[in-house]
């Protein structure tokens, strides 16, 4: 299975909604304390002596901690930096033309990116200056900045069938559901005792979303009753940084924790861990499945590595 | 750097392991960040805002050249003018003004104590000190010169000052060691473990050597070792660096007849020394003993100095950083086999640094006898070509008060041309009465 080694340690991961073999990997020097980010664009190639191809490689003062894929140009990638800046980046470019463009607003680290799959016009950047703000390709502000947690912002997700509605994940323990069209947010809950790091919305029930916590567990839940989860899987020995429910399974879920472990979860069945991979010697705190290719997972973390591999298979096998 | 422990503050609350409806409080958890030697490193662009102002730093480390007692370079030098040639380039090399330094600490082990102290005030009136400079001496036997560097670095990491000088002196043209008590306590005859202490060191090497199994054969060849190291390096020109010379006369000791010279080379290195001459020494200490005159340290005069200050007062000035001062510790061992002091030193030395065998690039172990030099390198396991990698005290000389600071002065020198592949260092040496002393050095960033 490709590694690909990153100079810097790993922070996100993505694969591209166009190209079956192309994925994003967002890095961050000296674990991204304090140091420069560099965002790479690889190509898998089916050559077993040299899978990954390293189409483009951009630099950055401070370090990316995340990275989104354009749903309406395949070159096109939008970057979470730690300096508070988002970029642009568009690889049918020359080196030098990139970032298109860097838009500065966030007044503290940017953590997350998403873009939108329906309207595929704009996009989601959630920071740790505890806003979330709205974006489109065309315009150098932002349309909107939705400021009501109290804390880090770690997630902001749109959901795969409302194309106004969107999530957000926050240190300050809330989960907050978010209408464009509304002045303020539609609905919050606390999903845990400690702080939320990441949400994602289920592929294929629209008012499914899982949460996950520095309280080391996951979370499925129905927001039209958000009383009391459908589902609560333990078992990561510590903070879960991501999940991802999967495009293809409608119960499946991918998570990638502290622990240094990604597991796959079914969270409508009672023993909800399918696999366990431990590939990652350091905290693995990126992880994606692919939406063109079932079953195909990257993971990256601390250790610098990119693993990508298929469910069920041993992500360190050559 | 308020960015980066904001964002170490953030990582870490996703670590802790107490529930807490306010994520707002740093809670006391059981996992913490543990303080990071690597990120007072000095590499590479440095970041003015990533190393701790309250280090303390050497910026100048001088010696004169070592030469034999009795007969060598020095013989006829007042011990006096050895200081202060060392005190006097410290200051004028940094342009620090004598005035500015709070204490100047001298290790100094065979002369009478208060004589001494009073040939050190001199010696720095001599190198343009003010009365207004403090001055005193340390004795720790081979530790001293050490000593006395680690006594300024903690004054000065105390607060007591904020730039001092540690320097050593010793001239043993004149003053020579000590075989007898002055004052005989009955108590010394019963005390099983006293009686070591009136050993002779010659024949706690020669314990050691029996002991702990080294050869006549392998301390030779240390011996060899350090001569021919000593000799490339001094032929190199690598000492050039570090030695100030001293302009002195000698006295021909036939005719009477008095020249002016200029020493500034070490005059106790056998280029030629092999195994085939080393051989035919007969052994000193013991009949059929392994301890020759030829695999010991040699009896020698000789100085240095080194100038330490916080690092916020260098970065004010501008100087650059020769090294910095990680920790140092003693520990007492057996007396009868006083030279195993390094084995156990080193590794305390490495513990108050947070350090571990591996990360130290450098070593200068004393080499008082082949015989305990052999047994603490493999004790340690260590890396011969990480070990006085320009000659020892055997080729060297060993100017018992001055080896320590001579050591801290060779050492930096050899990491600063090393450069980025040398980040750690280490000085260790056994001390008489049985007692090991070791420091940890880091590498400036000049």
């Known amino acids: 299975m490709p590694v690909f080694k990153t100079p810097f340690n790993g922070y996100s991961v993505k694969f591209s909604p166009f190209y079956e073999d192309r994925l994003a990997v967002a890095t961050a020097q000296n674990f991204g304390i304090l140091g420069n980010g560099r965002l790479h664009v690889l190509s898998l190639s089916p050559n077993p002596s040299q899978p990954f191809t390293e189409i483009a490689a951009y630099d950055t003062a401070d370090g990316v901690y995340d990275v989104a894929w354009s749903e309406s140009h395949d070159s096109l990638l939008v970057a979470a930096v730690a300096d508070g800046s988002v970029k642009l980046y568009d690889t049918a470019l020359p080196p030098t033309s990139n970032p298109i463009r860097s838009l500065r607003e966030h007044t503290r680290e940017v953590h997350s990116a998403d873009y939108n799959p329906l309207r595929r016009d704009s996009f989601l950047t959630s920071s740790w200056d505890d806003t979330v703000k709205l974006w489109t390709l065309d315009r150098p502000s932002s349309l909107r900045t939705f400021k009501e947690h109290s804390y880090c912002v770690y997630s902001a997700v749109w959901n795969p069938r409302h194309a106004d509605v969107f999530a957000s994940a926050s240190g300050d323990c809330t989960l907050r559901v978010w209408d464009v069209r509304e002045p303020s947010s539609t609905m919050v809950f606390p999903p845990h005792e400690l702080e939320v790091l990441t949400c994602d919305w289920n592929k294929y029930d629209d008012c499914i979303i899982a949460t996950a916590s520095v309280d080391k567990s996951i979370k499925v839940w129905d927001v039209r009753s958000f009383r009391v989860p459908i589902a609560v899987m333990n078992g990561h020995g510590y903070a879960v940084r991501k999940v991802r429910f999967s495009p293809h399974v409608r119960n499946l879920m991918v998570s990638c924790s502290y622990d240094m472990t990604v597991c796959v979860w079914d969270f409508m069945v009672e023993d909800a861990l399918v696999s366990r991979y431990d590939h990652h010697t350091e905290f693995a705190v990126g992880v994606d499945m692919s939406v063109l290719v079932e079953g195909l997972m990257a993971s990256t973390g601390w250790d610098e590595l990119v693993y990508v591999w298929q469910h069920g298979t041993d992500p360190r096998a050559p | 750097m308020e960015k980066a422990i904001h964002r170490q503050r953030v990582l870490l609350k996703h670590l802790q392991q107490n529930p807490s409806h306010s994520s707002f409080h740093l809670q006391s958890t059981h996992l913490s960040a543990s303080a990071c030697v690597a990120g007072k490193s000095s590499y590479g662009k440095t970041d003015a805002s990533e190393v701790d102002d309250n280090d303390v730093v050497i910026v100048a480390a001088y010696r004169t050249a070592i030469c034999k007692a009795k007969r060598g370079g020095f013989k006829d030098t007042p011990p006096d003018d050895l200081l202060a040639s060392v005190l006097k380039a410290v200051i004028e090399k940094t342009n620090v003004k004598a005035s500015e330094v709070g204490d100047i600490v001298v290790g100094t082990v065979l002369a009478p104590g208060a004589d001494k102290l009073v ?276 080729a060297l000389g060993h100017p018992l008060g001055a080896t320590g600071a001579r050591c801290v002065a060779t050492l930096l020198h050899e990491m600063k041309r090393r450069g980025k592949d040398c980040r750690f260092g280490v000085i260790s040496m056994c001390i008489g009465t049985g007692m090991g002393a070791a420091a940890v050095f880091e590498r400036g960033d000049t």
Do not use: W
């Open chain 2, 119 to 394: 040939e050190c005030r001199l010696a720095a009136f001599y190198a343009g000190f003010p009365e207004t400079v403090p001055i005193r001496t340390v004795n720790r036997i081979c530790s001293s010169g050490l000593q006395a560097v680690a006594d300024v670095a903690a004054y000065i990491k105390s607060g007591f000052y904020d730039i001092g000088i540690g320097a050593g002196l010793e001239y043993m043209t004149q003053d020579s060691i000590i075989t007898t008590l002055r004052n005989s306590n009955p108590k010394v005859e019963t005390l099983a473990q006293a009686q070591d202490f009136l050993l002779p060191v010659g024949i706690t090497s020669e314990n050691l050597a029996q002991r702990y199994g080294v050869t006549r054969q392998e301390q030779d060849q240390a011996s060899v070792e350090s001569h021919k190291r000593a000799a490339a390096a001094t032929t190199a020109g690598k000492f050039k660096e570090e030695i100030i010379p001293l302009p002195t006369k000698i006295v021909d000791p036939k005719t009477g007849e008095e020249k002016k010279i200029v020493v500034c080379v070490d005059d106790c290195i056998r280029p030629n020394t092999t195994l085939m001459d080393l051989a035919k020494l007969k052994p000193s200490f013991q009949k059929n003993g392994s301890t020759t005159a030829g695999n010991s340290s040699q009896v020698s005069d000789g100085a240095a100095a080194v100038l330490l200050m916080k690092r916020r007062v260098a970065m004010q000035r501008k100087l650059p950083i020769l090294g910095i001062f990680r920790s140092f510790a003693t520990v007492g061992v057996d007396p009868a086999v006083k030279g195993v002091g390094p084995v156990y030193a080193i590794p305390a030395a490495l513990e108050s640094a947070r350090l571990v065998l591996s990360n130290i690039d450098l070593f200068e172990i004393n080499e008082a006898f082949a015989s305990q030099f052999v047994y603490c390198c493999k004790k340690l396991a260590l890396d011969p070509k990480k070990v006085n990698v320009n000659g020892g005290a055997i």
